[in-house]
Nanobody, 124 residues
Framework: QVQLVESGGGLVQAGGSLRLSCAASERTFSSYAMGWFRQAPGKEREFVAAISWSGAGTYYANFVKGRFIISRDNAKSTVYLQMNILKPEDTAVYYC?????????????????WGQGTRVTVSS
């Protein structure tokens, strides 16, 4: 029963940066692949980025590749999403999610635990 809490969202101008954090409640976090997803109003939830249990493997949606970086600190039970060169199209609620396996997945249904989300708004 992993609890995930996202933070770091807010309002930023286009071209700016934000760093999102996701803190997990238990140390078994270190064995889980982690993902970031986002959902804009009227849109389906979409995959953003994922990281393997060790941090050695990462994968990004094409629309954020080269702009966003996912990382993790297992000692702190925390995963991060560094978002650079933000665009208005990045405006969404961003969700952190945990698998109970260590390998990456881009599929939301394969993630077991979810945070409450943090809002990111990018102005023109």
């Amino acid at each position: 029963q992993v609890q995930l809490v996202e933070s770091g969202g807010g309002l930023v101008q286009a071209g700016g940066s934000l760093r999102l954090s996701c803190a997990a409640s238990e140390r078994t976090f270190s064995s889980y692949a982690m993902g970031w997803f986002r959902q804009a109003p009227g849109k389906e939830r979409e995959f953003v980025a994922a990281i393997s249990w060790s941090g050695a493997g990462t994968y990004y949606a094409n629309f954020v590749k080269g702009r966003f970086i996912i990382s993790r600190d297992n000692a702190k039970s925390t995963v991060y999403l560094q978002m650079n060169i933000l665009k208005p199209e990045d405006t969404a609620v961003y969700y952190c999610a945990a698998r109970t396996r260590g390998i990456i997945s881009t599929r939301a249904y394969e993630y077991i635990y979810w945070g409450q989300g943090t809002r990111v708004t990018v102005s023109s």
